[in-house]
């Protein structure tokens, strides 16, 4: 019943911040962090923090003042986990919080910011002094819609036709501060802004200004041949050992794949008799198959091929029986109709992240066999979905991202097979580029935004899913990482394709924010067990979670940057996450693996298979 906490703090004089949690266990969906956190510039005293559940939204207070919200969005009376905890998470512990408190009181009811601010009868300076030093920053007079009072540097992409260098400047909210600003000289180039306030305190905050490197194309599989010894025996073993044990294992250990599919071939709708509980299950079988195709391209294997065309012939057959298109195995066999946002709990609104891997799996099998149905399977999904979404017009985005990019690195497959309609299996498909295109443009458009229009089932899944704002705010990894970092990977995708430097920039700054205060030394994302997620900048404790899936993410974003940019910084980091995670990630017998990264265990022993074999 406990509404407001407050407490006095003293956590040392570091760069750090406070997250207030909120955390609902099983089974009532509610089971992921809502989180409140600012960085505080501290200095070695005390500093009031008081946090406040309203049954809506979370709010957080820093010296008497309002820092942070979270809409929470959920009944928390519902929820199973009744106890509160300051310094850890209600799950783990991994608290990172290195200080003292005094003064901890416990409020029945909500605590406005004028009763907060009195506890302590904070002056407006107290207040701002740990807030904020700045108060806007523009460039060549336009304010910054990703402007955060605490970000230290932001990146700027400058368009090739655009010969002038952008100019710099700043507002400080207190008049006695001092703002010097110098200036980027050329493009790549920096500039500079410090600010220096009368009592003392001083930041500095840069502004990167690059350019795009001209004609960035991704090579196709078949545009590489790999000759290195170390590679070409890892790539076999791949082929002969790990692609194969992993079709069966999905097909023997995981639930049976095979039943639901079966289930849904022979007519089954809402019956209930959904084999297994995982409803993204599908994402990760057909990713796996993809894999196994890319595999055949170069290294053919007739035992793999048939394994591949066995499943695809159940898959197939299960989507034969469905006849508006929409082919999420989970939904079809366990709700009454009801698809995306207007599923009846967060994990159930996969369909999406299953159709992103659907589509991957379509264009894998068609490249390495020329066999189309399980590109006509997925473009019947995507025809489906762009005409709910109805150009825009509705407001649904996926509970975990991989259908974003995995549209658009169809539409640039399409640019590369414009004949492909004319396939006998495809000819009856209305295949327009520009529909998936945009697709996907209002997928990333209406992440974070709940309303105008408003959001299809008021479903909108908060910091776990970095559905709490929209990408041109955000300015540091949240959530979950694996969905976070496909989200910040689509985003540059996007940018690199449409041109639009609003997805760009948002990239580079997250990539950023990752690599340099999230990241640890061998390249492991993703610091906390209890929703597999970001902590923050700087929490990188020892016992960390670091899962695999999260390192893959990450190099497919330092891919795409590297493209864009031609930056070594990006291809050092795709180096980094290959050798020391994914490479890692699979023993030398190629049929064992470690799910997590982490950088101390007292577990080294590896799975030969895993509940979650993402």
């Given amino acids: 019943g406990a509404k407001t906490c407050h407490l006095m703090t003293n956590a040392g004089s570091s760069v750090g911040g406070y ?9 009532t969906g509610a089971n992921m962090p809502t989180e409140g956190m600012i960085p505080v510039y501290f200095y070695p005293s005390w500093h009031h923090v008081a946090f406040t559940y309203d049954g809506q939204k979370m709010k957080l207070f820093i010296n008497g003042a309002f820092v942070s919200e979270t809409d929470v969005g959920a009944d928390m009376s519902q929820w199973q986990i009744k106890n509160a905890f300051l310094g850890k998470t209600a799950i783990w512990n991994d608290g990172s919080y290195n200080g003292y408190m005094d003064d901890v009181r416990i409020y029945s009811n909500a605590l406005g910011e004028s009763q907060i601010c009195s506890v302590n009868n904070f002056s407006a300076e107290e207040q701002q002094n740990c807030v904020k030093l700045l108060s806007s920053l523009s460039v060549d007079g336009k ?71 001209a004609d960035a194309v991704r090579p196709d599989t078949t545009d ?76 053919p294997n007739d035992a793999l091929r048939r394994q591949i065309d066995e499943c695809v012939d159940h898959i197939y057959a299960a989507s034969q029986s469905v006849k508006n298109g929409y082919f999420s195995i989970y939904n079809l066999l366990m709700t009454d109709g009801r698809v995306f946002s207007e599923a009846d709990k967060p994990s159930a609104a996969m369909d999406l992240f299953n159709l992103g891997y659907l589509i991957e799996f379509g264009i894998a099998y068609y490249d390495a066999t020329g066999d189309a149905r399980m590109l006509r399977v997925a473009l019947r999904f995507l025809n489906f979905t762009v005409d709910y979404s109805d150009h825009g017009k509705v407001n649904f985005v996926s509970f975990h991202t991989g259908v974003e990019y995995n549209i658009l690195a169809l539409c640039e497959w399409l640019d590369k097979h414009p004949t492909i309609g004319k396939n006998s299996l495809l000819s009856d498909l209305k295949i327009n580029r520009d529909d998936y295109f945009e697709l996907a443009h209002w997928l ?34 949240t ?135 993402c």
């Fill in 224 to 299: 590489v041949v790999i000759d290195d010894y170390f590679w070409n025996e890892k790539l076999k073993l791949f082929s002969e050992v790990t692609a194969p044990y992993v079709i069966k294992s999905w097909v023997t250990k995981h639930h049976s794949n095979f039943a639901n599919f079966d289930n849904v071939a022979r007519g089954d709708r809402n019956t209930k008799n959904y084999v297994g509980g995982m409803t993204w299950g599908e994402s990760d079988f057909y990713a796996s198959l993809a894999g196994a195709c890319r595999l055949l391209r170069s290294y």
């Fill in 19 to 27: 997250k207030a949690e909120l955390f609902g266990g099983t089974p």
């Fill in 444 to 477: 990333l458009a209406y992440r974070g935004v709940h309303t105008d229009p408003d959001r299809v089932g008021g479903k909108y899944y908060g910091t776990y899913s970095d559905d709490h704002i929209k990408y041109t705010e955000l300015t540091r990894a």
């Fill in 479 to 613: 959530g979950h990482s694996v969905v976070a970092t496909l989200y910040y990977f689509a985003l540059s995708e996007m940018g690199r394709l449409s041109g639009d430097n609003s997805y760009t920039d948002a990239a580079c700054r997250l990539w950023r924010n990752i690599t340099e205060k999230q990241m640890y030394i061998t390249g492991g994302t993703g610091s906390v067990h209890s929703f597999e997620g970001f902590g923050g900048d700087y929490y990188l404790p020892n016992e960390s979670y670091c899962e695999t899936c999260s390192s893959g993410a990450l190099l497919q974003l330092s891919d795409s940057l590297s493209l864009m940019f031609a930056d070594s910084m990006y291809a050092d980091n795709v180096e980094l996450e290959l050798y020391n995670n994914l490479l890692g990630g699979i023993g030398a017998n190629g049929n064992t693996f470690f799910y997590l990264n982490s950088l101390y265990t007292t577990s080294a022993e590896r799975w030969s298979w895993h509940g979650v074999p």
């Fill in 143 to 213: 304010e910054l819609d990703e402007f955060d009072a605490f970000l230290d540097s932001y990146v700027k992409t400058v368009d090739d036709g655009n010969k002038s260098v952008p100019r710099v400047s700043a507002k400080a909210p207190f008049d006695d501060s001092e703002i010097t600003v110098k200036q980027a000289t050329s493009v790549p180039g920096r500039a500079e802004i410090t600010v220096k306030y009368s009592k003392g305190a001083k930041r500095t905050v840069t502004v990167d200004f690059v350019k795009r490197s």
